[in-house]
């Protein structure tokens, strides 16, 4: 079946610039999850949502990150006014369940360049 | 805070050597620990391990954990050229739903 999908897959913004980034997770995943990876580090927690409630936004580095799933599948991530530390790779997980030891799978990520 | 560490941060090693990468991790409410292997994309998943001492295993690829030292260790065994990645590994804890990853091991496997 078909995995986690994102896009655009590359992203170029002048800084200033508002983006979007989606994220269609696998059909029937409870669980979506925004990741930030920055060159030679792991993936670090954004923001997770279980169907379309927003139950942990801890991660969002400022109030400029803002993340919605309105029907509980499609999910965005919206930066306003993108700064040069925004650049990074956005990742999308999905995972079948919420709660307990389960899997995520990833999306191949957005790649985000604030020039 | 929760935090995971891995060691080596990178490896160069030639076809056929044996690796053991490492992970400890202090994860408030922990239930398990995954590892994930990137190749310049998406992580992709290897292994889930929640209970201690039971190893899991995959053709040459195999981990274990350790709960009461809060340790994991992934072995990959006859390495190839294409098992060059990075090995990322991660705590999941019951208090968030949120992995929390450590920032990974580069192995490079030379011919």
């Known amino acids: 079946g078909a995995g986690v999908s994102q896009s655009p897959r590359y992203k170029v913004a002048k800084r200033g610039q508002d983006v979007a980034l989606r994220c269609d997770p696998i059909s029937g995943h409870v669980s979506l999850f925004w990741y930030q990876q920055a060159l030679g580090q792991g993936p670090e927690f954004l923001t997770y949502f279980q169907n379309e409630a927003q139950l942990d936004k801890s991660g969002l580095p400022s109030d400029r990150f803002f993340a919605e799933r309105p029907e509980g599948s499609v999910s965005t991530l919206k930066i306003q006014r993108t700064q040069q530390e925004d650049s990074a790779v956005y990742l999308c997980?999905?995972?079948?369940?919420?709660?307990?030891?389960?899997?995520?799978?990833f999306g191949p990520g957005t790649r985000l360049t604030v020039t | 805070e929760d935090k995971v560490v891995q060691s080596p941060l990178s490896l160069v090693v030639h076809e056929g050597d044996t690796v053991t990468l490492n992970c400890s991790y202090e994860?408030?409410?922990?239930?398990?620990l995954l590892w994930y292997k990137q190749e310049k994309k998406a992580p992709t998943f290897l292994f889930m391990l929640?209970?201690?001492?039971i190893e899991k295993k995959s053709g040459r690829l195999s981990s274990i954990l350790d709960k009461k030292e809060l340790f994991s260790i992934l072995n990959i065994t006859a390495t190839q050229t294409g098992d060059s990645a990075v090995y990322l590994c991660a705590g999941y804890g019951g208090a968030t739903n949120k992995l929390i990853f450590g920032t990974g091991t580069l192995l490079a496997v030379q011919p």
């Open positions: 929640t209970s201690s001492g």
């Open positions: 997980a999905s995972s079948l369940t919420s709660g307990g030891a389960y899997e995520q799978y």
């Open positions: 994860v408030t409410n922990f239930r398990s």
